[in-house]
């Protein structure tokens, strides 16, 4: 489990995904790309183009059919369950479409969970999670439920659970698509803010002009392939 190359993040070598069926559906046909440290990529394509199967792939959530995942220079096939699991949790975040917020949890606990379950202490975790949680702009908020935050707050929690974790990469599978324009605008600064000072990475699928704008690299997927 060598580390290969510092800078390449995450690279993806002819990968292929067929859902079994039936019917069989080939989601994804031969796709080979590479995400270097500080990308700030957008992955954009129509609906059932292979956005989320790429990044759930990408993220170790799926199994290719076919092709290597390497994360960190580790490929992903040479884990086991356990190790893989480890993985996840210590190089990336996934901020998903729908905020995946605990209910019952404030947003500081909900920051501070995930920090719980790889380890941290229980002083350092609430450190961490308030500053994570003044980032994006919610340091007076700490103590409130979801339910007591807009939509946009919520997904600024979320932002903040994948921050506190300073991971290699962060994968959001169309962020923006449930936020009204003004929270999708105010989010997607927040990402640009975190790349450019936090130099976080960032793998972005989207089918939002405002965020592929903003992106530093585009790349344009159509029906499992990718067109550049
Ligand atoms: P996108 O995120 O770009 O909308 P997806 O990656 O979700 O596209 O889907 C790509 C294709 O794979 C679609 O034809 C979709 O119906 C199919 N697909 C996705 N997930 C599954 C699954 N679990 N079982 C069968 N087919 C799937
Ligand atoms: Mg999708």
Not at 118 to 137: C, F, I, M, P, T
Not at 179 to 192: E, M, P, Q, R, T
Not at 215 to 223: H, L, Q, T, Y
Request: with cysteine; hydrophobic share 40%; proline share 4%.
């Amino acid at each position: 489990m060598h580390k290969i190359n510092e800078k390449i993040v995450l690279g993806l070598k002819g990968i292929r995904k067929t859902y079994e069926g039936p019917p069989a559906v080939t989601a994804l046909s031969g796709i080979d790309l590479q995400i270097n440290k500080g990308d700030f990529a957008a992955i954009v394509g129509p609906s059932g183009s292979g956005k989320s199967t790429l990044l759930n792939i990408a993220s170790g959530l799926e199994k290719p059919s076919v092709g290597q995942v390497l994360l960190d220079g580790i490929d992903l096939a040479t884990l086991s369950r356990e190790q893989l699991c480890d993985l996840r949790r210590q190089s990336l975040s996934f901020i998903f479409q729908s905020f995946n917020l605990f209910p019952v949890l404030s947003a500081v606990e909900n920051v501070e969970f995930t920090l719980l379950i790889r380890g941290d202490n229980k002083k350092a975790a609430r450190q961490k999670a308030r500053e994570s949680l003044e980032l994006v702009g919610l340091g007076d908020r700490w103590k409130h439920l979801p339910s007591e935050l807009s939509g946009g707050q919520q997904q600024r929690v979320a932002v903040a659970r994948a921050l506190a974790l300073q991971p290699s990469i962060v994968f959001a599978d169309e962020p923006t698509a449930n936020l009204d324009s003004k929270n999708a605008l105010s989010l997607i600064d927040l990402f640009v803010t975190l790349n450019k000072s936090h130099h976080m990475t960032f793998l972005i699928s989207t089918h939002d002009h405002r965020v592929v704008d903003r992106a530093s690299r585009k790349v344009e997927i159509m029906d499992g392939l990718l067109m550049n």
